[in-house]
């Protein structure tokens, strides 16, 4: 099993920044891929941004440019700077590892974006 934990969500300002971060722990050998989703009230969970064990990352439309995503493999963890902020980036956010075949998710952590 991996254990994912999230922090880094809050509150704040239209046109500010957060940084969330999500630190793995566990059977965490051979993880791969690790990244983000989110998941706003009446929506369905949608793709954020991903990072390969190689670096290589992947933006959902909406984010580029605002978002960069980055991971440290010496402390298992994976980085979400979210600049730019909107209304609409409101959402809980979920943190993910693959490892082998198998995806394993974090609790989630709120970002709000309100003035």
């Known amino acids: 099993q991996v254990q994912l934990v999230e922090s880094g969500g809050g509150l704040v300002q239209p046109g500010g920044s957060l940084r969330l971060s999500c630190s793995a722990s566990?059977?965490?050998?051979?993880?791969?891929?690790m990244g983000w989703y989110r998941q706003a009230p009446g929506k369905q969970r949608e793709l954020v941004a991903t990072?390969?064990?190689?670096?290589?990352?992947n933006y959902a439309d909406t984010v580029k440019g605002r978002f960069t995503i980055s991971r440290d493999n010496a402390k298992n963890t994976v980085y979400l700077q979210m600049s730019s902020l909107k209304a609409e980036d409101t959402a809980v956010y979920y943190c993910?590892?693959?490892?082998?075949?198998?995806?394993?998710w974090g609790q989630g952590t709120q970002v709000t974006i309100s003035s």
């Open positions: 566990g059977s965490i050998f051979s993880i791969s891929a």
């Open positions: 990072i390969t064990s190689g670096g290589g990352t």
């Open positions: 993910y590892v693959d490892r082998s075949t198998r995806r394993f």
